[in-house]
């Protein structure tokens, strides 16, 4: 198989794409969870401040980051990323033909 | 013997049997048995891939030395404990569908195999990566399987002895009869399992603790450290506690276990589901199990082994029916990663080296019985082993982790995006990564302040770059004159 099948392959630039998503996502992730923990958690613990019980810095890191993060993955999934098919023949009918 | 507790197990023992039986149906009709056995011949949907991949994830270190940790440390471990919610999607977004269609294309069954085709057939490639896998996941295993017969001695009051031996026998049965299907399928239920545990467990704590405020008032009033992020001795640094973002989150899609799941799933549309399905149920998990094991210090100061955490809380905090029931989580955690670490290991020997170096043209049938033999063999050499346990569980697991992190995640990564990796690159790479880990955590654990695992990323990663780029010309002359 040679690489510039590879490359024309119309699939691969969706799955590159997606890839790069997840990059970003994750990046996103841990800004807020990085921000959160240390910006509200860094002080003395005598002045912190409390939601639900458990301090503002765990709150907003750990439980609503959580939830900020399936509600992310859900739109990604939803508007960002593209069915495509797996299979060998499948691609081999679609593409201009001549591969492999 | 407390029978409350056992019943609910053994009921448990027996549904996990009924998945082997199920799935051994399969394998029987199966005229691909190496698809069927290793890899159930891709037809995971999206809920049965989600909760496969967190449940070989989610092992005796999340449900019993994670929690042990976080009762010793406070909210700090949760705070690490939650970079974990990345491998929910991080895997399959990065891995994606690009493995999928080289895994097809390829007609890969092993994570080997997609690494033999990408990098022209080299044998160094081959070896370097079996003999990792091999090794690495070995010890893994070994300390798995100790969590689990300690696990058993603890609800059941059995020796040492008589547990593993209990815990081993299941967990061969029905690998062995039912291969990667089996393993799904008891994933699944072992995942469903996982998820009602924890809620159970964390409800009862925090009922029997007075509630969440009072529990961390007790927590600071014991010492104010429980309750920031930098753990009770304020040993935690946002260095260290981020670094590990590459151990439990990124970079375990370098796991063999892990990445081949990335090859079972039957269609893009599974694999959107399970990245849906894989976030919420692994950050839930991660987050109640990790909480648990805080919010048991109030409720039951002065545990000793923080192994014993999750065992004693859930005996203390819920009616002995209910424990049965929910102590099956943290069992079921650690069967169904010690299952998937059993058939890829499994896989490693027969079909990465037997079938491609030994015994090329091996009929079907002796295929079949030689992938028994191992997987049994196997069993056996990890029961010996796990007979004289070590101590700290959570390390030689993680030990393992970073190990195979080191050697595979830029051999895939660039294998799959990079046109211009090579197998010059890839064994460089895998050998540096290796090496630089073994010296790293012997040497200098937490150099500079950051985990073990992020040096060995980062020179593999150089080295990768440099090796291809050197061997460039050398592979293209081959390739020119075939």
């Known amino acids: ?100 | 013997m407390n029978w409350a507790v056992v019943v609910p197990l053994i009921i448990f023992f027996f549904i996990i049997f009924g998945a082997g039986f199920w799935s051994l149906r399969f394998v029987k009709k199966s005229n691909q048995f190496l698809h069927e056995y290793f890899l159930g011949s891709r037809e995971l949907g999206g809920f049965v891939l989600a909760m496969t991949m967190i449940a070989t994830y989610g092992s005796a270190s999340s449900f019993i030395g994670g929690p042990g940790a976080a009762y010793t440390q406070g909210l700090g471990w949760v705070l690490l404990a939650m970079a974990q919610v990345a491998t929910g999607y991080f895997v399959l977004m990065v891995l994606g569908k690009k493995f999928a269609i080289y895994a097809r294309k390829y007609d890969a069954v092993t994570l080997i195999d997609f690494l033999r085709m990408r990098y022209a057939n080299s044998r160094g490639v081959v070896f370097i990566s079996a003999a990792s896998i091999i090794i690495f996941l070995f010890s893994a295993m070994v300390a798995q399987w100790v969590g689990g017969a300690r696990l058993i001695e603890s609800l059941t009051g059995l020796e040492y002895t008589t547990a593993l031996f209990i815990f081993a026998v299941t967990v061969l049965i029905y690998v062995i009869i039912g291969g990667f299907r089996a393993v799904a399928l008891t994933d699944m239920i072992q995942g469903i399992v996982m998820v009602f545990g924890t809620l159970i467990i964390l409800i009862g704590t925090i009922v029997a603790g007075g509630g969440i405020s009072a529990i961390i008032t007790d927590l600071a009033t014991e010492n104010p450290n429980l309750i920031s992020p930098f753990g009770h001795d304020g040993g935690l640094t946002p260095a260290y506690v981020s670094s590990f973002w590459i151990l439990v989150g990124v970079g375990v899609l370098a796991l063999p276990q892990v990445a081949v799941r990335a090859m079972s799933y039957k269609n893009a549309r599974s694999m959107h589901r399970a990245l849906i399905v894989g976030t919420c149920v692994v950050g839930f998990i991660m987050l109640g199990m990790h909480l648990i094991g805080v919010f048991a210090r109030p409720v039951m100061p002065g545990i000793d082994v923080p192994d014993k955490v999750m065992p004693l809380i859930t005996m203390e905090v819920l009616p002995p029916w209910l424990a049965g029931m929910v102590l099956a989580a943290p069992l079921a955690a650690i069967m169904s990663t010690v299952d998937s670490l059993l058939l890829i290991v499994s896989s490693a020997v027969v079909k990465d080296i037997y079938l491609n170096y030994i015994n090329p043209d091996a009929e079907e049938k002796r295929v079949r019985r030689m992938s028994l033999w191992v997987t049994s063999l196997l069993g056996v050499a990890i029961f010996t082993a796990a007979l004289s346990p070590p101590d700290l569980l959570i390390w030689m697991n993680l030990f393992a982790f970073g190990g195979l992190q080191s050697a595979f995640i830029w051999p895939i990564v660039m294998g799959l995006y990079w046109e211009g990796a090579n197998k010059y690159g890839a064994i460089t790479s895998m050998l540096t990564g290796i090496i630089s880990y073994a010296c790293i955590h012997n040497l200098y654990p937490h150099m500079l302040g950051v985990h073990t695992v992020v040096f060995p990323v980062i020179f593999s990663f150089m080295t990768f770059i440099i090796a291809s780029w050197l061997g460039k010309e050398k592979e293209l002359r081959p390739l020119k004159s075939a």
């Not at chain 1, 040679?2 to 800004?31: C, H, M, T, W, Y």
């Not at chain 1, 990604?76 to 495509?84: E, L």
């Open chain 1, 1 to 100: 198989m040679s690489r510039d099948s590879n490359q024309k392959d119309p699939r691969f630039k969706i799955a590159n794409r997606e890839a790069l998503i997840g990059v970003g996502v994750v990046l996103i992730n841990f800004g807020w969870w990085y921000g959160f923990a240390y910006g509200l958690g860094s002080g003395s613990v005598e002045e912190y401040t409390y939601v639900f019980g458990f301090p503002a810095w765990f709150f907003y890191s750990c439980i609503v980051g959580f939830v900020v993060m399936v509600i992310l993955v859900i739109i990604v999934v939803k508007y960002f990323f593209t069915y495509v098919p797996f299979e060998v023949n499948q691609s081999e009918n679609e593409s201009e033909g001549g591969q492999e």
